[in-house]
């Protein structure tokens, strides 16, 4: 079975200073990993994807994720926060059974000016 | 192109009315999902059509009907809705075993 852990309901940021947002998957096999960003009213946006290719996989606007098999993670990272990354992410991994998707429960990032 | 076009993108309705949410994308992909977004939640899987037929219905109310008239196109129709059935109604599609791509939803308020 599949699932997604994101560890921190909330993290609070100052602009410039680095973004980490924790995600833990478990996964019986080789996992499709996402993360998205949804800014308030809208849909969900792809950031970046890992499907086993390289570790450490970057996406749009400055944010990247490394897959570590080890920890069973993909934390999603930003050297300078800014202000209009303030918007909620969810980790997301895919499951080959039934095409299914499943979601954690979401980060809410804010970022301090 | 990754666009996924959700209309319309406000809806009202009473609990007596039917009305319907549409969905279409032009990537090819064969799969196309529903989901129902409440506030500061992640997205809830409703229905996923696989190739045109419904391969998954995670046990939603019969008031929510969906419908895939052909590859690109994916409906949500409604009827006597209830207020806690007021959120953001996604819909997305994907190559199966690929990337899910969402369109900017659908906000429905039931009065």
């Known amino acids: 079975a599949q699932s997604v852990t994101q560890l921190d309901s909330h993290v609070s940021v100052s602009e410039g200073t680095p973004v980490l947002l924790r995600c833990n998957y478990s996964s019986s096999y080789s996992p499709s990993l996402f993360w998205y960003v949804q800014h308030p009213n809208k849909g969900l946006q792809l950031l970046l994807k890992?499907?086993?290719?390289?570790?450490l996989v970057k996406g749009i606007n400055g944010f990247e994720a490394e897959f570590k098999k080890s920890e069973t993670s993909f934390h999603l990272t930003k050297p300078s926060a800014h202000m209009s990354d303030a918007a909620e992410y969810f980790c997301v991994v895919h499951s080959n059974t039934g095409n299914q998707f499943y979601f954690g429960t979401g980060t809410s990032l804010t970022v301090i000016p | 192109d990754t666009e996924v076009t959700q209309t319309p993108k406000h809806l009202v309705m009473g609990m007596t009315n039917k009305k319907s949410l549409k969905c279409e994308q032009h990537?090819?992909?064969?799969?196309m999902y529903w989901y129902k977004q409440k506030a500061k939640k992640p997205p809830e899987l409703m229905f996923v059509y696989s190739y045109e037929k419904l391969s998954i219905n995670e046990s939603v109310p019969s008031r929510f009907s969906p419908e895939c008239p052909n590859s690109s196109l994916l409906n949500l129709h409604l009827h006597a809705l209830q207020p806690e059935d007021s959120a953001l109604y996604l819909c997305?599609?994907?190559?199966?075993?690929?990337?899910?791509?969402f369109g900017e939803g659908s906000w429905l308020t039931v009065v």
């Open positions: 997305a599609s994907s190559r199966a075993g690929n990337t899910i791509y």
């Open positions: 890992y499907t086993s290719a390289a570790t």
């Open positions: 990537m090819g992909h064969r799969a």
